[in-house]
Every structure is written in structure tokens, then in C-alpha cells.
């Protein structure tokens, strides 16, 4: 496409490894892990043992009454949105605000405030339903709350595709800011699924890993022998994406350039992972980036640490990079802010450029016996130090098979 | 506890409402209280005084004054008062 770049001026993210970016990269450098056993009261009958919970106090966040009308994820989105938004210093008070749009992703919406209601109906026979249940479980209320709370007019949009909601979402936005549809666009994704019923049907489907033994924080380990599924987590994370003389302009501070996105769809199985879409997904960022595949210098991978997931997703990445798969840099930071499914591929397109604000690329923490069938150049247990990568790529692959890469520029 | 009192203190609970600034004829409006948000504290101020506040009860109740009288009428009917 032509001279419109499209910016990334802003981040903001909240997980279990903290409520702001300086915590989150904090912890990623030092490979520490934000999961952990969960409370009784969060797992009931579940069976879930562990997952990577919040540290969350509403009333430190809002004012009054204001927090117990906003579902769990909407506050993540609310405080992730926020710090986007004031770190890029972009002023919504004097810009034009009918060009500035969101974009968002969630697999679920307001998941508590649904378990809530069922909660109320079936357990209690209290059919006295929050008159706001409606408007806080809807999947499009995150990204409503971002465009009330700063009056954001210009184009909206709610992605919801299960793991790549939020990829999808950030991709989208930066097609929507070169085709000149907006000036900026907060993008990004929330997700708060760890309520007992929805950690029951993940149960079900017997793809969450168990605590470890010795060190349940250890509890996911992708792309190791020993692995034993996902860990589920929460938060959430924007982008403040903006065309770039716009960001010029007002004399903002470019942290790196969106310019790949691949989206696919395997259109074959509902859970089962498939070699093709991902690869095609990938080729297609690549293409649109305009960037050899030995040109990427890091990849964060989709790395759920399924037994099966990791297999294929290691497979396609080395289809698709050759020998250069042995050399560049990969690794599943899921490992310690868990998966946060809709909210993941914002979060992790925030940890992907940590490497060009920090110079840090973070690591696969708990990879300590790596599987053969996993054979690509792994950053394992510790983050590495040493030369700034000038492209990053970002991997996130859903349940219903679509496939979203995204890939990053340094400014 | 009178009535009202009651009431107010569970408008400063679920509502966040300053104690200094209850009016009780106010309309729920300037306290800043939306209709959906008082509907839910209808719930809580049922479960409080065990009596049922009906939809179109609840359209006559402009204030916190109006809500006094309801209860205390709909108490003296149901023989609690």
C-alpha cells in the first residue's frame, strides 16, 4: 500500500504479571511467572487448579459506583485503553475525534456478568437480573466503554475469533488507517474468562495444564517434552495505532511501524490446529510487510503448550523460514502471563515490541527439555540481551481454525 | 431505625452516594442515579424491608422521599409496621 505508515505511539497492558506495561515487561525480562493456584472461590468444582489471576482491585482503578457497572474484562480494557492512550500523550480533548477509532477483540465479552445472571436464575430461583446485564456481557462492551470513556467517533469495530480476536483487531486498524478511514485508531483486546463454570468447560475439553508439582507458577511449558496443555489468564491490551505524520505532527514518539498482517482460515476443524492456514497466514505478513522471512528477527509465538499445537506451529514456522528457523529468536511468553485467548494477540503484540523498546527478547520461561518435535531456535527459561531485531512477527492461531500474524517494524 | 434513615444508608452503600449531600426530594437524577441503576437498588431495598416494589410502583417514585412513603405504606399493608 502506499505512504500511509501506520504508528504504534502508545501501549498499555494489564495480566497477572501486573496492571501496567512497566510492570509487565519487568517481569517478562526476568521470567517471572504471573500463574498460580487458584483460590477456591474462582475454581469451585472446576477441577482447574491454576491459572495466571489478575492482582485486580476495581476501586484502585475507578471512582464510586462506577466499577460494579463494568464487567471484569471491561475494567482491563478501561485501564489497558487508558495507558495507551496517555503514554502516546495523544490529547482526545483537542484532537479530532471523529477520526480516531477503536478497534477491539474478545472471545467472550463479559463473562462474569453472564455467570453472574445464571448464577442468580438457577442457583438462587432470583430472577431480579442486574437491569445492566445486558449491556455489561455483550461482546462489544469493552470496546464501547474505550469509545464513551474518550469520546472516540470515528470508526468501530468489535473482532471476536476466539485466540486472534485482538491480532485480527490491531490488523484491521492498520488497514483502516492506511486506507485513510482514521487518523488513529486504539486497538487492542480484554478477556476475564477464569469464573468457575467457563474454567469447568475448559476443563471439559482436557487441554489445561495441571499445576506442577514443585512450582505451580512452572505450571505451562510450551514447547517442552513435558508439557501438559494451556493455562488460561486474563487482562488486556491496546495499541494506540496512528498514521504516521499524524504521530509526526504533534511530535509523538514512534516506538515501531505495523506493517504485516496475514489472516487465515484453515476451514477444516473447530480445535485442531492446521500446518496450512498458519503457514499462509504468516506468508501473507510477510508479503504484505515486503520483508524477506530471514528479515523477522523475533518471533512470539502462539505457543499455548498443547500437545498438538506446539508440534504444528513449530512445523509451520519452519516451512515457512527455512534454515533461518534455527537462527531467529522464538518463544511462547504464555508461559508466564498465560493465554488470554481474545485479549492474547494484543498482549503479546505488546511483548513482541518489547524487543525494540528494550532490547530484551523475552523467553519461553519453564522450557527446559525442549521437544525434538519442536526443533526451532528457542529463547528458553531466560530473556536474552544483544542486538535490537528491526522486524518482529506476532503469532496467534484460534479454535475455528483462524490464523492472524501480525508483523512489526522498528521506527 | 426510621424509614428513611434506612433507606439512606443503603443509598450510601450501593450508591456511593455522599451522606452529607441525600436529599431526600431530589430527584434520583441530580443525586446521580440513572434509571437501570436504580431499579437495581429497588432489588437490595427489597431484600432490606422484605416487601416488592412493581414496575409501575416503581414509576411514581421520583425521589427518596417517595420511596419512604411507598415502604412505609407497603409495610403497613403487609402488617409490619
Redesign the interface.
Known amino acids: 500500500m502506499g505512504a500511509r505508515r501506520v504508528a504504534v505511539t502508545g501501549i498499555g497492558a494489564v495480566s497477572a504479571l501486573g496492571n501496567d506495561l512497566e510492570a509487565f515487561y519487568r517481569s517478562l525480562a526476568e521470567a517471572r511467572s504471573g500463574v498460580r493456584r487458584l483460590p477456591a472461590e474462582v475454581t469451585l468444582g472446576s477441577g482447574v487448579q491454576v491459572g495466571a489471576l489478575a492482582d485486580w482491585d476495581p476501586a484502585a482503578h475507578f471512582k464510586?459506583?462506577e466499577a460494579g457497572?463494568l464487567d471484569r474484562a471491561t475494567q482491563f480494557a478501561l485501564t489497558a485503553a487508558g495507558q495507551a492512550l496517555a503514554a502516546s500523550g495523544l490529547d482526545p480533548a483537542v484532537a479530532d475525534r471523529d477520526r480516531i477509532g477503536v478497534y477491539w477483540g474478545t472471545g467472550m465479552g463479559g463473562a462474569h456478568t453472564l455467570d453472574a445472571a445464571f448464577g442468580s436464575a438457577y442457583g438462587r430461583n432470583d430472577f431480579?437480573l442486574?437491569?445492566?446485564s445486558v449491556v455489561m456481557a455483550m461482546t462489544n462492551a469493552a470496546a464501547s466503554n474505550v469509545a464513551v470513556k474518550w469520546g472516540l467517533r470515528g470508526p468501530f469495530a468489535n473482532f471476536s475469533t476466539a485466540c486472534s480476536s485482538s491480532a485480527m483487531a490491531i490488523g484491521e486498524a492498520t488497514h483502516a488507517i492506511r486506507a485513510g478511514r482514521a487518523d488513529a485508531v486504539l486497538a487492542g483486546g480484554s478477556e476475564a474468562l477464569l469464573s468457575p463454570v467457563i474454567l469447568a468447560a475448559w476443563q471439559a475439553m482436557r487441554t489445561l495444564a495441571p499445576a506442577d508439582a514443585n512450582d505451580p507458577a512452572a505450571s505451562c511449558k510450551p514447547f517442552d517434552r513435558r508439557r501438559g496443555g494451556l493455562v488460561l489468564g486474563e487482562g488486556a491490551a491496546a495499541l494506540l495505532l496512528e498514521e504516521e505524520s499524524h504521530a509526526r505532527a504533534r511530535g509523538a514518539r514512534v516506538h515501531a511501524f505495523i506493517t504485516g498482517y496475514g489472516n487465515t482460515c484453515d476451514a477444516a476443524h473447530m480445535s485442531k490446529p492446521d500446518r496450512g492456514g498458519q503457514v499462509r497466514a504468516m506468508q501473507q505478513a510477510l508479503a504484505e510487510a515486503g520483508l524477506a522471512p530471514e528479515a523477522i528477527g523475533y518471533i512470539n509465538a502462539h505457543g499455548t503448550a498443547t500437545i498438538v499445537g506446539d508440534v504444528i506451529e513449530c512445523e509451520a514456522i519452519k516451512a515457512v523460514f527455512g534454515d533461518a528457523a534455527m537462527r531467529i529468536p522464538v518463544s511462547s511468553t504464555k508461559s508466564m502471563h498465560g493465554h488470554l485467548l481474545g485479549g492474547a494477540g494484543a498482549l503479546e503484540m505488546a511483548v513482541a515490541l518489547m524487543p525494540f523498546k528494550q532490547g530484551v527478547i523475552p523467553p519461553t520461561a519453564n522450557l527446559e527439555q525442549p521437544d525434538p518435535a519442536c526443533a526451532v531456535r528457542h529463547v528458553a527459561r531466560n530473556a536474552e540481551r544483544g542486538a535490537i531485531p528491526q522486524a518482529v512477527m506476532s503469532n496467534s492461531f484460534a479454535f475455528g481454525g483462524s490464523n492472524v500474524v501480525l508483523i512489526a517494524q522498528r521506527a | 431505625m426510621q424509614t428513611l434513615d434506612r433507606i439512606k444508608d443503603l443509598a450510601i452503600k450501593?450508591?456511593?452516594l455522599d451522606a452529607g449531600k441525600i436529599d431526600p426530594n431530589a430527584p434520583l437524577a441530580d443525586l446521580g442515579v440513572d434509571s437501570?441503576?436504580f431499579?437495581?437498588f429497588m432489588?437490595k431495598v427489597?431484600d432490606e424491608f422484605g416487601v416488592k416494589v412493581s414496575d409501575q410502583d416503581l414509576r411514581g417514585i421520583k425521589c427518596l422521599a417517595d420511596l419512604e412513603r411507598h415502604i412505609a405504606a407497603s409495610l403497613q399493608t403487609a402488617g409490619k409496621a
Request: aromatic share 6%; hydrophobic share 30%.
Open positions: 464510586g459506583p457497572s431480579r442486574r437491569p445492566l | 450501593e450508591l456511593s437501570l441503576t431499579i437495581e432489588f427489597e
